[in-house]
């Protein structure tokens, strides 16, 4: 792996990295401001397929992080581009929302409830027991079965929310197949996301809060991995895993640059 200082383009997770609850966490700002100005390729990863990223832009600014929605990779993003190279122009039965749906349209897909070459289930706030039906009959005569990300449970301020993989565990047992997931742990999702700004394994580093998805889907792509404390994953998480990240912080505040003293100058 590379060392930090070898480091030239940079994939982050979001929540628990950058910010927690709508509010940017301590160094946030400043990193993702350092790298604009220094001109380092970034991207901010996330599982969520429900919002564009033109949304998530939104969102991030209204929480003080300046992030352009080019500067955005979402697993709707990395499932729409892994189906359009599968088969280009082709169709697809979507559970989701404007995330997926979007990324769908702009990678040339049709949505299609008659014979589908995919079944793609994402993230949405609005489940319907006739759309799940028609996705398990569809699934039936032959449609393939995608889902952009495998979480059971996504978070709320009253607690969690049942997520994609929730739905897609009702589809797998009325099925009897299982989906393919593009998003995190998936490694093709940082392969994705590398193909987007032209950057090689053996000089990106992940930033991730995440044992079981950042962590290991990075070290699986080859990259330089580095876990923050400030999200999901503490040292007794950390210690129940076979692997382990090239770097623990405290959070990103740490990969900030000092500023330099006048004696430096």
Known sequence: MARRDEIECWLTDMDGVLVHENHALPGASALIQQWRDDGTPFLVLTNNSIFTPRDLAARLRASGLDVPEESIWTSALATADFLKSQIPGGSAYVIGE??????????????????????????????????????????????????????????????????????TAMITKATGMEPYVVG??????????????????????????????????????????????????????????????????????????????????
């Open 98 to 167: 404007a995330g997926i749906t979007t990324a769908l349209h702009e990678a040339g897909f049709i949505m299609t409830d008659t014979n589908p070459d995919y079944v793609v289930v994402g993230e949405t706030r609005s489940y319907s027991f006739d759309a799940i039906t028609k996705a398990i009959r569809l699934i039936g005569k032959g449609a393939r079965f995608i889902a952009t990300n495998p979480d059971a449970t996504g978070p709320s301020a009253d607690g969690p929310l049942p997520a994609t993989g929730a739905v």
């Open 184 to 265: 995190k742990p998936n490694p093709m999702m940082f392969r994705s996301a590398m193909n987007r700004i032209g950057a090689h394994s053996e000089n990106t580093a992940m930033i991730g809060d995440r044992m079981d998805t950042d962590i290991v889907a990075g070290i699986e792509a080859g990259l330089h991995t580095i876990l923050v404390l400030t999200g999901i994953s503490d040292q007794s998480e950390i210690d129940r895993y076979p692997f382990r990240p090239d770097e623990i912080l405290n959070g990103v505040s740490e990969l900030v640059a000092a500023e330099p003293h006048e004696t430096d100058l």
